[in-house]
């Protein structure tokens, strides 16, 4: 049987040669990936590897990212511990812990309403208290909550959506968001600057779809439970 002791061990190994030895290089991030246990956000039967390099079914046709998508994004965002962050796709909850270290307040959105209270429970159990989860459209946003300091969008838009450019930050506020197809994307990092919106396009990934108003149609409804 796995003990705490052997992902312990395991989430070092990734922090090290999956993280620092591919420049991943925010203190506070690395710090957050080693404190959270990315094995009890998974299906138990996948926790034998939680930590490996790749993306895991959740079920309802998403995935948990793999832990250097995960870092990367959050890297991004550069988050100091004071901002409100408004995350699209809970998923698993795993990447919501992650913001949840580094920020003041994580308000994320979930398609699915029963992988938004299986997330909420896990980050109940791990006793995080900074966050909120509300099952919706993520394309949408959350425009009575807005502005924003960071938004991280965990699923692919075949453009950058309207309400979520608006609900930015217009002092700084930045947003991490894959664009392009279905099947081929790139990551975006977008900074608002007043009326102004800065997008550097880097690096190349594969995200489940955003499905919404602003996003793709819709293939595959929601599960209410």
């Excluded at 046709?61 to 965002?77: K, R």
């Excluded at 930015?168 to 930045?174: E, V």
């Excluded at 955003?210 to 149609?217: P, S, T, W």
Aim: aromatic residues 6%; charged residues 20%.
């Amino acid at each position: 049987m796995l003990d705490k002791l052997y992902f312990k061990k395991q989430r070092e190994a990734m922090v090290k040669q999956q993280l620092v030895d591919r420049h991943i290089t925010d203190t506070r991030v690395l710090q957050a990936m080693l404190r959270v246990p990315r094995h009890l956000f998974i299906p138990s039967s996948l926790r034998p590897i939680a930590y490996t390099d790749r993306p895991l079914m959740i079920g309802n046709g998403q995935t948990i990212s793999q832990p250097y998508v995960v870092a990367t994004m959050s890297q991004w965002l550069a988050l100091q511990g004071t901002e409100s962050v408004l995350e699209i796709g809970t998923g698993s909850g795993y990447q919501t812990a992650i913001l949840c270290e580094l920020a003041k307040r994580v308000i994320s959105i979930e398609r699915f309403a029963d992988l938004a209270r299986k997330a909420g429970h896990a980050l109940e159990r791990l006793g995080y208290d900074n966050v909120e989860i509300h099952v919706g459209d993520g394309s949408q946003g959350l425009s009575d909550m807005a502005p924003f300091d960071a938004i991280m969008v965990t699923a692919a838009a075949p453009a950058l959506p309207e309400p979520l450019r608006l609900q930015m930050n217009p002092n700084g506020g930045r947003m991490v968001i894959p664009i392009g197809t279905r099947n081929n994307q790139r990551l975006e990092l977008v900074t608002r600057f007043g009326a102004r919106w800065a997008i550097d396009s880097h690096l190349g990934v594969r995200f489940v779809p955003l499905v919404g108003q602003h996003g793709f149609a819709d293939t595959l409804p929601p599960v209410e439970t």
